[in-house]
């Protein structure tokens, strides 16, 4: 393990929103954490968590040992780390970055690349589970890096994942197997909503056709975690928002790129992104992404004309 200056173990986290504001909470009680956000009411509650706080990402960033980012996309990765305010020119020869985002394989394999040429690792560290989870550091990691790299993130990825996989020793691999996690992901909860859609055209109760079906063999994670927030989908405004529904939109087109890019037909999968797509063009995209049951059955049953 490598130490900073200060002679303690330095995580700077850049993004101190849903998920980076419990993940910089979390490393805090154990490690030293710079934190940095755009919105200084993020920066507000980091302090109040016992956050370091700077006024810019290359402040934040300067000695640290790891930094931490959770962006949306390749092209938001690339403007933290090269853009204009970029930090990767900040970093200290022999730091990681670890990145606990979905962006696909060519984005983290590119910008792997450029970081080499700082002195600097890149590990691929995509994550699965909510805010919650991530302050208690029960959240599901799969890793691609070289060991050597992994040893250096070690003390920032034991205190957030309660299940650590190490996928390989390349980076991408971590991108690899979230991509194929996101296709199930995505696909069930396709799936979920229109069994639900179903049973509710078919003049079903809802909620005793979900206990029903979650405790047979058509019962899964996400039909019993989202089958609950999708019933909330048909009262006011939904569930509160956990996971956006434009998530599924970017994670379901980085499986087509991938699946194209190997020659793979993946029907199921392209059927659910055009469900998560059609989400989108209805206004859906920042609900939780339990709403897309919304796309199948807009309004309850009951509220239809009768047929005669």
């Not at 930090?87 to 730091?95: D, F, T, W």
């Not at 920032?156 to 992901?185: F, H, M, P, W, Y």
């Amino acid at each position: 393990m490598t130490e900073s200056a200060q002679g303690r173990y330095t995580v700077a986290v850049l993004g101190l929103g849903a998920m980076g504001l419990p993940m910089a909470a979390r490393l805090a009680t154990r490690l030293a954490v710079h934190g940095f956000d755009i919105a200084e009411n993020r920066l507000a509650l980091a302090r109040e968590a016992g956050i370091e706080t700077f006024g810019s990402a290359q402040e934040a960033v300067r000695g640290a040992d790891a930094v931490l980012l959770a962006v949306r996309n390749g092209a938001q990765l690339e403007d933290v780390l090269f853009g204009e305010a970029g930090v990767a020119r900040e970093l200290a020869r022999g730091a990681v970055v670890i990145l606990t985002s979905t962006v696909g394989t060519g984005p983290v394999m590119a910008t792997a690349e450029r970081l080499a040429e700082l002195g600097v690792d890149l590990v691929d560290a995509p994550l699965s589970g909510g805010p919650v989870r991530a302050g208690n550091g029960d959240l599901l990691v799969v890793v691609g890096a070289p060991e050597s790299a992994i040893e250096r993130a070690r003390p920032v990825l034991d205190l957030l994942a309660s299940t650590l996989t190490v996928v390989g020793d390349r980076v991408g691999d971590g991108q690899a197997l979230k991509t194929v996690n996101q296709l199930l992901c995505g696909i069930h909860i396709a799936a979920a909503a229109e069994a639900l859609a179903l049973a509710d055209a078919l003049g079903l109760d809802r909620a005793r056709t979900l206990d029903a079906l979650t405790a047979g063999a058509a019962g899964s994670f996400m039909l019993g975690d989202r089958g609950r927030r999708m019933l909330e989908a048909y009262d006011g405004d939904g569930a509160p928002v956990l996971s956006r529904l434009d998530i599924f939109v970017k994670d379901l087109g980085i499986v087509g790129r991938a699946a194209r890019e190997v020659a793979l037909a993946t029907p199921v999968a392209a059927a659910a992104e055009q469900l998560f797509l059609l989400g989108q063009a209805m206004g859906l995209e920042a609900a939780d992404d339990s709403s897309v049951i919304r796309v199948l059955a807009p309004e309850l049953r009951s509220a239809l004309p009768a047929e005669g």
